[in-house]
């Protein structure tokens, strides 16, 4: 489209387009063009058939250009001016239009139906209730804690509290990444309910061998995920994580990388295991465990939830701390291990736990002669098991001494 110049106003151009009417006239594309800092600046304004007129346009270009000559701190562009007008409309934002709008639009609508189904009832229940109508700007942590507190009258579990107010955070943290808001997050100074994790539901051999035997009716992958966690004590997100060149069929070791607790440690094969990733191409680079499109499984498939249901393992458990989930399978490893005499020290560098104190939980398990032990998993005997995790966890410069810290 050639570029005509306005026969009325100077500094005002149109384009016109070919097919496509504005009345019985074509329609027109509108610019300006002023001089700024010695340089020629061009800048749309938009179609006449969106209301944009060349009197309009004179007007936005008189007016920057009166801001250039009396340097008056207003916008001296047509897009400072649109950056300063979403920035006043991103400082009123209030949390149930973020919500609704942009939250929803971007990050909400790639969540798995259950999340967001989870997400939208807080929103309605409580987040709109004592938040909602507030800017993001002037939400803080005495917000969060109406919440809080309405959720404890309600009979909800501390844990449950926890995971919604976490919510909370990442929906500010979203409208932080999108430029909408550039204040503290509310959840910064929140403090959260302390959970109790001293007693821990684990399985029994009698609910592990029902368990598998289930799960591996419905899904032979997810079936081979509880089989990583249960004998190798790993968590979901490390099982997902682990790609080909972790995998050391010769040493019978799996490295796992960047664990909660921020470092490296290895996880001893198994006999199943090493059943299970014979199986496996154990390409570089390729995860051991894909999506159904063959990408990273971000988290432990729905089935597994169905399947602890129909086996009734939380018929009348509303305590969350004795619900048997995916978790649950990490912790019956290393409560086998305790009850057969395995050292707390030893289950802690198996476990990858940052401080021998979370390691502690599992202390009251522990038999009253902690004699030496055999045949815990394919004949792995305690002594193979510290020998394989001293070698391998531990660098030479290490002192015992700290390794609690």
């Not at 639009?105 to 790639?110: F, K, Q, T």
């Not at 979901?236 to 080909?244: K, Q, R």
Request: proline share 1%.
């Amino acid at each position: 489209m050639t570029r005509i110049k306005s026969k009325k106003y100077t500094g005002v151009y149109y384009k016109e387009h070919p097919t496509r009417k504005h009345g019985v006239k074509k329609d027109k594309y509108i610019t300006i063009r002023y001089q700024k800092d010695g340089k020629g600046v061009e800048e749309a304004l938009g179609w006449a058939s969106d209301g944009m007129t060349e009197e309009k346009a004179v007007k936005v270009l008189c007016d920057i250009k009166t801001n250039i000559k009396l340097a008056n701190g207003e916008p001296t562009s047509l897009r400072e001016k649109r950056e300063l007008e979403t920035k006043k409309r991103n400082e009123n934002i209030t949390f149930r239009e973020w919500f609704l709008g942009g939250y929803t639009n971007s990050y909400l609508y790639e969540k798995k139906e259950k999340k967001k189904n989870q997400e939208n009832h807080d929103f309605n229940t409580y987040f709109d209730r004592f938040f909602g109508n507030k800017p993001l700007k002037d939400i803080v942590s005495g917000d969060l804690k109406k919440v809080k507190v309405t959720m404890l009258k309600d009979g909800l579990a501390d844990a449950t509290i926890n995971k919604t107010l976490v919510t909370v955070s990442f929906i500010f943290n979203c409208a932080k990444k999108d430029g909408v808001f550039d204040g503290k997050n509310p959840y910064d100074d929140f403090t959260s309910c302390k959970l109790n994790n001293d007693r821990l539901r684990f399985l029994s051999s009698e609910e592990e061998e029902k368990l598998l035997c289930e799960v591996r009716k419905r899904s032979e992958q997810l079936y081979e995920i509880s089989v990583f966690s249960l004998q190798m004590g790993l968590r979901a997100g490390e099982i997902f994580n682990i790609v080909g060149e972790d995998v050391n069929m010769e040493t019978r070791l799996i490295t796992i990388r960047d664990s909660k607790n921020g470092t490296d440690r290895f996880a001893n094969i198994t006999d199943e295991v090493y059943r299970i990733l014979e199986t496996k191409t154990l390409q570089n680079g390729e995860y051991v465990f894909k999506s159904t499109k063959g990408t990273k499984i971000q988290s432990v498939s729905d089935t597994f939830e169905r399947v602890v249901d129909y086996l009734g393992f939380n018929n009348g458990i509303k305590d969350a701390k004795h619900r048997v989930v995916f978790h649950t399978l990490r912790h019956t490893f290393a409560s086998k291990l305790v009850q057969k005499g395995v050292s707390l020290y030893v289950v802690q560098r198996l476990m990858g736990h940052k401080s021998i104190k979370m390691t502690e939980r599992y202390a009251h398990l522990a038999p009253e002669n902690l004699s030496a032990i055999a045949n815990i998993f394919n004949k792995m005997s305690d002594f193979d098991i510290a020998d394989s995790v001293m070698n391998n966890n531990l660098s030479d410069n290490v002192n015992k001494n700290n390794l609690a810290a």
